[in-house]
């Protein structure tokens, strides 16, 4: 099992930053890719962000691309989605996610961190 803990969310008005940390325990050598994922209100839970074990594969949905940066440490067993330029749209739960293979489904999720973007 692989525990997820999301933190960094927060209010911030529209053109604003924020930074998301996600921090891994339990069999974290199970991890290869971690991921951001993001749910709105009366939405679906949508792909955001995610990158390989190596760092060198990252993937971003195209809402986010040339705004947010995903980062890893595999260290410090953490995950960093660094957003800028932050849209009304942007306002979710994030969730952080790893998984254990390349491709397929997430395995492990964290609780969520809110974020609301103000207009």
């Known amino acids: 099992q692989v525990q997820l803990v999301e933190s960094g969310g927060g209010l911030v008005q529209a053109g604003g930053s924020l930074r998301l940390s996600c921090v891994a325990s339990?069999?974290?050598?199970?991890?290869?890719?971690l991921g951001w994922f993001r749910q709105a209100p009366g939405k679906e839970r949508e792909f955001v962000a995610d990158i390989s074990r190596s760092g060198i594969i990252i993937n971003y949905a195209d809402s986010v691309k040339g705004r947010f940066t995903i980062s890893r440490d595999n260290g410090k067993n953490t995950v960093t989605l660094q957003m800028n330029s932050l849209k009304f749209e942007d306002t979710a739960v994030y969730f952080c996610?790893?998984?254990?293979?390349?491709?397929?489904?997430?395995?492990?999720w964290g609780q969520g961190t809110q974020v609301t973007v103000s207009s």
């Open positions: 339990g069999r974290t050598s199970s991890m290869n890719y």
């Open positions: 996610a790893a998984r254990a293979l390349s491709v397929g489904n997430y395995d492990f």
